[in-house]
């Protein structure tokens, strides 16, 4: 019997060098801002200070400007929190473990994966800060600082303090991977500066990058060594996140199937973004020949599979809770998807559990379009999860008479434009003035896996 193997697809299409790769990556930083890129901008940028606004008030006003109530005091802040910290995980898994696999079509998209990380983790820091009323004495008091106050001391069986150590862990982490990883590509572009300014800023960006062997040795030593220190945050951070409900005895929170269910949700959100993002800039800057069919097709994969992890998850709450006997947990799942947040239910199941079914399909999951919809409407299933968990778990709770409905006012609505703003700001300056594609990793993959090697 004689078998071949299939020709696997080239990672670069194009028949591109590595002259070529240099001057299509490099010369997006180089060039004047394109009028697309300025208007993308001044939408951001007008949508940050609309959101500063409310921040400002929230700040002198306190949470009060917030639709919380006593029944219901954790709503949009706690969802927008856990939303973000659940987009920011493709990053690390993308840069990472799909290293640690050696899986080379990760090449071409980490950059930018990477990048999404830090700035996801930083908008849902802004969240938990801002709910301390007044950041400026509770973003100190967090953290278990010696004092003369008795001593006072944080919670440490809190997971609220977990949450603290385990997202500045991983922004620490992520951060010095992501920036390593630039290193070689500044080097690229203060050799190619034709200004005094431009040269002394990516020179000082560089690091003194040489190119020597011995460098090249130490740079891939290092990250390896990231991406072993990197892989378990990325399991470790959103299943203590999942804690801050699980360890409560709050019907519909307290169960322990939450850390893999949330691990699973915040990797399928996390690549539903990078698609977002990544298709628009691969239009924009004109990378299809780097950012290729087969790099889309390959995440939404991933995507089919952790949104079928995420539906089993689902019905698996609402086997436990028949199961468990307890009254007060089968009233809570019932009131999830028959109560008067029926639609939120809905809607999250709609577009968590059906929608990334269709990318069974070949034909849907390599068309741009279709997977652009799709990993739009996947983030925003994933949002209405956060929010079926938190508030409808919240709002009816033992006592009849205490039960109410939240309804956000414009503070709500305003802090949460404020993350987008900053987020969608943050990206577009990185895309404009960093290497969106890792050059040096795209390179190291040319000729094995271009069009060329099969001429």
Request: hydrophobic fraction near 50%; glycine fraction near 6%; charged fraction near 15%.
């Amino acid at each position: 019997m004689h078998a071949e193997s299939v020709v696997r697809q080239p990672l670069v299409t194009g028949g591109k060098t590595v002259h070529d790769i240099t001057n299509d990556i490099c010369g997006r930083v180089e060039e004047k801002p394109a009028k697309s890129w300025l208007l993308a901008m001044a939408i951001s940028l007008t949508v940050l200070v609309i959101g500063g606004y409310y921040v400002g008030q929230l700040l002198w006003h306190g949470i009060g400007e917030w639709g919380l109530n006593k029944t219901v005091g954790w709503a949009w802040d706690i969802t927008n929190f856990v939303w973000w910290v659940g987009i920011g995980h493709a990053g690390t898994l993308i840069s990472a473990i799909l290293l640690l696999f050696r899986q080379r079509w990760r090449m071409a998209i980490n950059r930018a994966a990477e990048a999404m990380t830090i700035f996801a983790v930083i908008c849902a820091a802004m969240f938990p800060i801002l709910h301390m009323g007044r950041p400026w004495l509770g973003a100190i008091w967090a953290l278990p600082l010696p004092n003369t106050y008795g001593s006072l001391w944080v919670n440490f069986n809190s997971p609220l303090l977990w949450d603290v150590f385990a997202i500045s862990t991983y922004f620490s982490v992520s951060l010095v991977f992501w920036y390593i990883g630039l290193i070689p590509d500044f080097a690229s572009i203060r050799d190619r500066a034709t200004t005094k300014i431009r040269k002394a800023i990516y020179g000082a960006l560089s690091f003194g990058w040489d190119g020597a062997s011995k460098t090249w040795s130490r740079y891939e030593t290092v990250s390896l060594v990231l991406a072993g220190l990197a892989t378990p945050l990325v399991l470790s951070v959103h299943t203590i996140v999942s804690m801050d409900f699980a360890t409560s005895v709050i019907p519909g929170w307290h169960t322990t199937i939450f850390p893999p269910y949330f691990v699973a949700g915040a990797i399928f959100s996390g690549f539903a973004m990078v698609l977002t993002l990544l298709i628009v800039t691969r239009k924009v800057y004109k990378l299809e020949d780097y950012i290729t069919i087969q790099h889309i097709e390959l995440m939404n994969i991933i995507i089919t599979v952790t949104g079928s992890i995420v539906g089993v998850a689902y019905i698996t709450e609402f086997f436990i809770a028949s199961y468990s006997g307890v009254e007060a947990e089968q009233y809570a799942f019932i009131n999830r998807a028959f109560g008067p947040y029926w639609w939120a239910y809905a809607s999250m199941m709609t577009c968590n559990v059906i929608s990334p079914q269709l990318f069974w399909f070949k034909k849907i999951r390599t068309n741009i379009a279709s997977t652009f919809v799709i990993s739009i409407i996947v983030n925003i299933g994933m949002w209405f999860e956060r929010f079926v968990i938190i508030v409808t778990s919240l709002h009816r709770d033992y006592i009849p008479s205490s039960w109410a409905m939240f309804y956000p006012k414009a503070a709500d609505i305003g802090v949460y434009l404020f993350s987008f703003g900053f987020f969608f700001t943050a990206f577009f300056l990185f895309a404009k003035f960093f290497p969106v594609i890792n050059m040096a990793e795209v390179k190291s993959i040319l000729k094995t896996t271009s069009e060329k090697t099969d001429k």
